[in-house]
């Protein structure tokens, strides 16, 4: 039914797209109706239907702001790697995990990146190049500024605002204001 509206041809005076409200019955309908908003690529709003923490966007930069606060979290430092302003794959994180020697599961990522780092792949060995130095420096800066500002600045830096569309620009915006909330109130 939304296609079919999209394409009608809008009035003469009319400058604006269609807007469609869909009404449920029940809250449980929707995550099919998102579902297959999503897949059609049909943009949309859902105000409290889809909470801002199950956002990938949002995933993506408290991945990052973990393992800024915390060097040693190997799990967001692996989603890091994973993100797209990084790509790693799965075959790759696995690698550099240590490819299931437990020798490797207690060491932080950046020595296990420098030990292992060479059996990646020429583009991710490009990629962890390029991710690095951003890293660095915004461990070093975390200190100095809000945590949102040096997350914003590493995330900026790393192209992570680049893949995005409007919507999940807003949802990371929101996500960074209520960081910096979070840290103005001492959490």
């Excluded at 199950?54 to 991945?63: G, I, K, P, S, T």
């Excluded at 292992?116 to 490009?126: T, V």
Aim: glycine share 4%; with cysteine.
């Amino acid at each position: 039914i939304i296609e079919q509206w999209h394409a009608i041809p809008l009035p003469e005076a009319r400058v604006e797209p269609w807007k469609i409200a869909v009404l449920v019955r029940n809250r449980n309908h929707l995550a099919d109706i998102v579902a297959a908003l999503k897949k059609a690529a049909i943009p949309y709003r859902a105000v409290e239907i889809e909470p801002l923490g199950e956002r990938q966007e949002v995933l993506d930069l408290f991945a990052l702001t973990r393992a800024l606060l915390h060097p040693a979290d190997r799990v967001a430092w692996l989603a890091v790697l994973r993100a797209p302003w990084c790509g790693l794959g799965l075959a790759e994180l696995h690698m550099l995990a240590g490819a299931d020697d437990h020798a490797f599961a207690k060491r932080a990522v950046e020595d296990v990146m420098a030990e292992r780092g060479h059996l990646l792949s020429e583009e991710s060995c490009r990629r962890l190049e390029r991710l690095w130095p951003v890293l660095r420096v915004a461990a070093t800066q975390i200190s100095r500024t809000t945590t949102a500002q040096c997350v914003e600045r590493a995330w900026r830096s790393l192209g992570g605002d680049a893949y995005l569309k409007d919507d999940e620009l807003g949802n990371a915006r929101r996500y960074l204001q209520l960081l910096d909330e979070l840290e103005e109130q001492g959490r």
